[in-house]
């Protein structure tokens, strides 16, 4: 005779037993993102428009934090996204001291949360099926290994945005950089910085901002986005463009495109110097036409 099987209770989930949800219909996140691309693809529209499970997940999360008094920062693709670059994520990241996160799990697991297996430090939204991963103060970014870039006190590194506190800048930037430089398996932290770069049109001086370790590779991924030699270009319009401020552009070290400025409309503009096509939003060549 066959014996039906049951989903873990809490109570089994308490004593040590395999992991199950507090709501045994729900699908991880992740898993329903996977399993059905159609839904995938509608919950991707809708986390663009600031309305999905994950932002839902994060403002449940930070929300609880702040009711228990845990100093936290919003990290990793949530906070590029508010910083600038916007790409889909799949979990909400937290960064908390050692005894934020004991707090955390004394007073959330079994109240809509529940770690994905047993030891865990990171929990489950039980609701919403999305994972919450949790950075710890003093660890290190990106292998793990000793570094001269640790993570930080949230209570030093946060800003206040739309009511919930994230990691500011150039703290995300040097964790980024710090855990890319670390090994090829986080290679994807480079591209977000490099992608950050180009969507938020970061300057190249904000490396003189970043912890030395990081310095040079922020500057190296800048050239990739604004390389040396290129040559870049920009319409201005013929009735905005005064006298006045013509001179002040060359003077600057742009030059009049004499080909393309033959437009009644447009006088073209170009330079060769990253800095200024980036100061004056100047398109690479490559994208005009011919």
Known sequence: MSTALTPPTLATVQQGATVALENPECVPYEQRLNQNSRWALSEGSVFFEDKGAV??????????????????????????????FRRFTEDVDILVTREGLKTIHENLEGRGYLPPFTGSKHLRDTELGVKVEFLVAGGYPGDGKPKPVVFPDPVTVAEVI?????????????LKLASGMSSEQRAKDLNDIQQLIKAAHLPLDLAEQ????????????????????RRYLRAWPRESLTPETLDGLLAEGLIVDANRSTD???????????????????????????
């Open 162 to 174: 739309d009511g919930r506190k994230y990691l500011r800048l150039t703290s995300l930037i040097e």
């Open 264 to 290: 009644t409309q447009f006088v073209f503009l170009e330079t060769t110097h990253p800095q200024i096509a980036f100061r004056y939003d100047m398109p690479d060549e490559s994208e005009y036409r011919e």
């Open 210 to 229: 970043l912890h030395p370790y990081v310095q040079e590779t922020y500057r190296t991924l800048w050239s990739f986005e604004w390389p040396a030699g």
């Open 55 to 84: 932002q839902q997940a994060m403002r449940r999360i930070a929300k609880r934090l702040d009711e228990l008094g845990v100093p936290y920062a919003i990290v990793g693709g949530m906070a590029l996204f508010q910083h600038g």
